[in-house]
């Protein structure tokens, strides 16, 4: 059997470092995240991506500049096996996070891995309503604040092989606001701004999310990041 060349070798290596890193870093900030013991009813219409579909965009300046992301979102699992990808997703579902309920998730990412260089972000948003999910303001909370009323938790993960950066933040302050849901559909859209952090104990490194918007159709199943 022959062996991959040497810039094939460390594409690989990056691959899978990142996915590694990924999936510590979730489960870090996402300890205590309870598995689907009881599975809620099948995912979106005949059609629809499994993981759910839509479009999600944002300008953070000082870590990684406008995103913007269309189409199905793809688990991070599967991240390395994707050269080129981006996405928006989420789920409807009742669970629970490090002690912290929450009745959906939106997710949505970009991934590129061009000339040995790869450059990868993830946002997470966790949104719990204190009872059945409703339209209106959430306010962003770190990961560990206590419940409150209608609260949401955020993860940003930003990656660049050509920056040498790989830099986690969770959620400080701002707001989430849901105009728009429809519970049979699936269908959630909004608007969204405020400040992250890096996680502790170094809180030390805070950015800003602003200009936030998303539209998306979840799954009605919980599933891993």
């Given at each position: 059997?022959?062996?991959?060349?040497?810039?094939?070798?460390?594409?690989?290596?990056?691959?899978?470092?990142?996915?590694?890193r990924?999936?510590?870093?979730?489960?870090?900030?996402?300890?205590?995240c309870?598995?689907?013991?009881?599975p809620?009813?099948?995912?979106p219409?005949?059609?629809?991506?499994?993981y759910?579909?839509?479009?999600?965009?944002?300008?953070?300046p000082?870590?990684?500049?406008?995103?913007?992301?269309?189409?199905?979102?793809?688990?991070?699992?599967?991240?390395?096996?994707?050269?080129?990808?981006?996405?928006?997703?989420?789920?409807?579902?009742?669970?629970?996070?490090?002690?912290?309920?929450?009745?959906a998730?939106?997710?949505?990412?970009?991934?590129?891995?061009?000339?040995?260089?790869?450059?990868?972000?993830?946002?997470?948003i966790?949104?719990?309503?204190?009872?059945?999910l409703?339209?209106?303001d959430?306010?962003?909370?770190?990961?560990?604040?206590?419940?409150?009323?209608?609260?949401?938790?955020?993860?940003?993960?930003?990656?660049?092989?050509?920056?040498a950066?790989?830099?986690?933040?969770?959620?400080a302050?701002?707001?989430?606001?849901?105009?728009?849901?429809?519970?049979?559909?699936?269908?959630?859209?909004?608007?969204?701004?405020?400040?992250?952090?890096?996680?502790?104990?170094?809180?030390?490194r805070?950015?800003?999310?602003?200009?936030?918007s998303?539209?998306?159709?979840?799954?009605?199943?919980?599933?891993?990041?």
């Open positions: 059997m022959t062996s991959p060349p040497p810039a094939r070798r460390g594409t690989l290596r990056r691959a899978i470092a990142f996915a590694f990924l999936g510590l870093a979730l489960l870090v900030l996402a300890a205590g309870s598995k689907d013991e009881t809620a009813g099948p995912g219409g005949p059609g629809t991506p499994p759910g579909t839509g479009d999600l965009a944002f300008e953070a000082s870590a990684g500049g406008a995103f913007t992301v269309t189409g199905a979102y793809l688990p991070s699992a599967e991240f390395a096996d994707d050269s080129a990808g981006q996405g928006a997703g989420g789920f409807l579902h009742d669970t629970v996070s490090a002690g912290r309920p929450y009745q998730r939106l997710n949505a990412y970009v991934h590129a891995l061009r000339s040995g260089l790869m450059s990868e972000r993830v946002l997470v966790r949104l719990d309503a204190g009872g059945a409703s339209t209106g959430y306010a962003v909370v770190p990961d560990l604040a206590p419940p409150a009323g209608k609260t949401a938790r955020v993860t940003y993960l930003f990656f660049s092989d050509s920056l950066e790989y830099s986690v933040f969770e959620g302050g701002g707001t989430i606001s849901v105009s728009a849901l429809d519970t049979t559909t699936g269908e959630i859209t909004g608007t969204f701004s405020g400040t992250l952090r890096t996680p502790p104990p170094d809180t030390s805070v950015i800003s999310l602003t200009n936030g998303f539209r998306i159709i979840l799954a009605k199943r919980y599933y891993d990041y």
